[in-house]
């Protein structure tokens, strides 16, 4: 369930700077993983997959590394910009393989 | 191309008043279809998916429930709010025709239960 008063983290980068946000999984078993974006008011957008078979993978300005060995996936975004701003959820794939367990989000704040 | 359409936008009801959510997808056949609930500042809560007209899979016990008359449609109902109800309702398509289940989101719905 979650956790009463969790708040959502917040990272503010400057215009033009690379973005890092970081994910941590819990299912060892866990095959496939999905970047979505997530701008206010609306629903979740995807960015950009990986399966466990792969280190890293390449999108357009964006980059997904994952670390199966310490359950880690992280999103990296090139030169980040204002239309960036958007909180952004990794996704696991469950057990069965049907469904995706969502993490928390993380807030990216692009700054002037 | 697929799209996939959720209304209304927003909603207020008030508390003991039943919920209608309406989802549609188009574009591809036979998809898998989901519900989700998002409380401010929180990330997604699977509530409901379905695989086929008819076959709906509840992940947590609660005040709602999910039909899939046809198709490509999702209906999210119940039959009298409660406070905890409110939130914002997503939508969601998945193609499992593909190896990978990548499901695309609907703009969501926000509800009120005042």
């Known amino acids: 369930g979650e956790s009463v008063g969790l708040h959502l983290p917040t990272l503010s980068v400057q215009e033009g700077d690379n973005s890092i946000i970081n994910c941590a999984y819990s299912n060892s078993a866990s095959d496939y993983f999905i970047w979505y974006k997530q701008e206010s008011g609306k629903g979740p957008q995807f960015i950009i997959d990986?399966?466990?078979?792969?280190d890293k993978r390449q999108g357009q300005r964006v980059t997904v590394l994952l670390n199966k060995t310490v359950k880690h996936l992280s999103l990296q975004i090139a030169a980040t910009q204002p239309g960036d701003s958007a909180v952004y959820f990794c996704a696991e794939n469950d057990d069965y393989g049907q469904n995706f367990v969502f993490g928390p989000g993380t807030r990216l704040s692009v700054l002037p | 191309s697929q799209t996939i359409h959720q209304w209304p936008a927003t909603l207020v009801q008030p508390v003991g008043s039943p919920l209608s959510l309406e989802c549609t997808v188009e574009g591809t056949s036979n998809p898998n279809l989901y519900w989700y609930r998002q409380a401010a500042g929180r990330g997604l809560q699977l509530l409901f998916y379905s695989v086929g007209i008819g076959q709906i899979s509840s992940e947590v016990p609660q005040n709602l429930s999910a039909s899939r008359p046809q198709d490509r449609q999702f209906i999210l109902s119940s039959k009298k709010l409660l406070l905890s109800d409110s939130g914002f309702y997503l939508c969601?398509?998945?193609?499992?025709?593909?190896?990978?289940?990548?499901?695309?989101f609907g703009a969501g719905t926000r509800l009120s239960v005042l």
């Open positions: 969601a398509w998945g193609d499992r025709a593909l190896a990978k289940n990548i499901q695309y």
């Open positions: 990986i399966r466990s078979n792969m």
